[in-house]
């Protein structure tokens, strides 16, 4: 199982970002896909996360509204779209995947994981 992230980059605050996931794992379009953020000195965060057919979706409270997670199975990515970016939203974002529900990822840690992607936030 593998999983690739890429789209990090400096970007000056209000900017946007969109971050994407390569996922080779042949349960991809039964898997729940997640983004998740670590920042310098914090604990890793959830960020959002989205079931198999895209129809369930979850935002942590701090992205709501700012951030959007989508997928295509056919494919094999996933995809977080940031707008409005927030020198807070400055970490290194990791993507994960398992075979579980997407709501389920903000309590217990996906198995399979990405090497994360950094993303900085000028003010």
């Known amino acids: 199982v593998q999983l690739q992230a890429c789209g990090g980059g400096l970007v000056q605050a209000g900017g946007s970002l969109t971050l994407s996931c390569a996922v080779s794992?042949?349960?991809?379009?039964?898997?729940?896909v997640g983004w998740f953020r670590q920042a310098p000195g914090k604990e890793r965060e959830f960020v959002a996360a989205?079931?198999?057919?895209?129809?369930?979706?979850y935002y942590a409270d701090s992205v709501k509204g700012r951030f959007t997670i989508s997928r295509d199975n056919a494919k094999k990515l996933a995809y977080l779209q940031m707008y409005n970016l927030k020198p807070a939203d400055t970490a290194v974002y990791y993507c994960?995947?398992?075979?579980?529900?997407?709501?389920?990822?903000?309590?217990?840690?996906?198995?399979?994981w990405g090497q994360g992607t950094l993303v900085t936030v000028s003010s």
């Open positions: 989205i079931n198999w057919n895209g129809k369930m979706i």
């Open positions: 994960a995947a398992d075979v579980t529900a997407a709501q389920r990822m903000s309590v217990v840690p996906p198995r399979w």
């Open positions: 794992v042949h349960t991809f379009s039964s898997s729940a």
